[in-house]
């Protein structure tokens, strides 16, 4: 066997390893078939990739780039195909699997070559048994990074800039450790085979260890942005309920003022001339008296400010509800709460054209050691559904969703549950704290 043969990777080898590498990006991230078609599309991939690795094994140096992005096609049509991911996360966790497959396969042959040529091993069996036993390894620590890289952080919003980024570490180290392969002469190129060897597979190692950093990084960036973003939502609500608190304090007091003057006016009257109007004046303001019912007094302000928005809306606001349940709560996580719950609910149902669908219930009980939370809602558009929750129909998610976001947030603070479904145009969110918190 000369150098060239040496130094030309079987394409099987590398067929192997693509598929593996995309098989557990896609296993390890939100995918958007079910098992049997996943199963079908990656044993057709798979096949795809062997046939073409195959037929274009030692392909002329020519060839090569355009083979490579046929290549780079099917893969990144693989992972689109199979994930819940944009354009742009797809292309970002291709670019992962695509140079852990390299590093898998330069390692694999360079661990062969090294058992048979350096050791002396010979045997076809222990290719087999080498390749299975070093792509179970390698793989399966890929997987474990990956999970771990999912914890704290549901979806990773990838932008141009984070995707470029990655796309030219990507290429630079498919051309460093490819050098030596296209040109063994040139300026950066090994001399002895296991020099390339070397140097293909620990560029390729360092490749992962940049991009696994970055991928890192990225994470971190948008867990911190997030976690701000919430942040600051839930302490400009909780200002907003105590500016709306003290102003319905005030209008409250003047309401019984005005009530009594009105009641003194009708009395005073004549029958069937201004007392319509004084009965109309009374309807229009017995709205405020919907605040300093429920036991919270932050709950209170939340549903009087949201029961004006309704009445301004046309929207019937009907609620049963036990403030004082809430009673362990801070007062900044019950505005966030049900403010976020009813601004969703408002939303969703001033949408309806016709005015007796515009209805949003919320209760709000205590049963023995929980409380028990719930809005429902009229909502005739079909929603879509990620572990139990409503995914946001903006087209830029990553500005988005946050009203869920707070939401869930809140109550895992308080350890407790929280679940949407929609059944017969009804949307409803259910969620369930503890009593202590």
């Not at 073409?52 to 780079?72: A, K, N, Y």
């Not at 991911?85 to 992962?96: C, P, T, W």
């Not at 029958?271 to 036991?295: A, C, D, F, H, P």
């Amino acid at each position: 066997m000369n150098t060239a043969e040496v130094l030309n990777t079987p394409g099987y080898y590398y067929a192997i390893a693509y598929a593996l590498s995309v098989f557990v990006i896609t296993c390890t991230n939100e995918r958007k078939i079910g098992r049997w078609k996943l199963a079908a599309v990656s044993c057709a991939q798979f096949a795809l990739l062997l046939f073409f690795m195959t037929v274009t094994d030692g392909v002329r140096q020519e060839l090569f780039v355009p083979s490579m992005l046929l290549i780079v096609l099917l893969l990144l049509g693989y992972i689109y195909i199979c994930n819940d991911f944009s354009l742009r996360e797809a292309g970002f966790y291709f670019v992962k699997a695509f140079i852990n497959g390299e590093f898998a396969a330069s390692l694999c042959w360079q661990i062969y070559y090294y058992l048979r040529y350096v050791r002396g091993m010979q045997g076809e069996l222990l290719k087999w048994v080498e390749l299975i036993l070093v792509y179970a390894v390698i793989f399966t620590m890929l997987a474990l990074m990956e999970l771990n890289l999912k914890k704290d952080l549901e979806e990773l919003h990838i932008t141009r800039r984070e995707l470029l980024v990655v796309i030219i570490i990507a290429a630079s180290v498919f051309a460093m450790s490819n050098l030596s392969y296209l040109d063994q002469n040139g300026l950066f190129s090994g001399t002895f085979v296991m020099d390339i060897f070397i140097i293909r597979t620990l560029v390729d190692l360092s490749g992962i260890a940049v991009l696994y950093a970055y991928h890192v990084q990225v994470k971190e960036i948008q867990i911190r942005f997030e976690k701000e973003t919430l942040h600051n939502i839930m302490e400009m609500q909780y200002k907003n309920y105590q500016l709306s608190k003290e102003n319905i304090d005030m209008v409250n007091r003047k309401y019984h003022d005005l009530k009594h003057q009105i009641n003194l006016l009708k009395t005073q009257a004549y029958v069937g001339k201004s007392t319509s109007y004084l009965e109309k004046m009374e309807r229009e303001i017995r709205v405020y008296e919907t605040q300093n019912k429920t036991g919270n007094q932050i709950l209170d302000a939340v549903l009087t400010n949201k029961a004006m928005i309704c009445q301004n809306k046309e929207i019937e606001l009907k609620f049963i509800v036990d403030g004082g349940a809430l009673s362990f709560m801070e007062d900044m996580d019950v505005s966030a709460l049900f403010g976020n719950m009813l601004d969703n609910a408002i939303e969703s149902a001033e949408k309806q054209r016709e005015k007796q669908k515009r209805l949003i219930w919320l209760y709000v009980t205590k049963e023995k050691q929980f409380v028990r939370i719930r809005t429902e809602n009229y909502c005739d558009e079909k929603i879509q559904f990620k572990n139990g929750m409503p995914v946001t129909t903006k087209k830029d998610r990553r500005l988005h969703g946050y009203g869920m976001k707070s939401i869930k947030s809140t109550v895992e603070k308080y350890h407790g549950s929280v679940v949407a479904a929609q059944e017969n145009n009804w949307f409803e969110l259910k969620i369930l704290l503890p009593a202590g918190g």
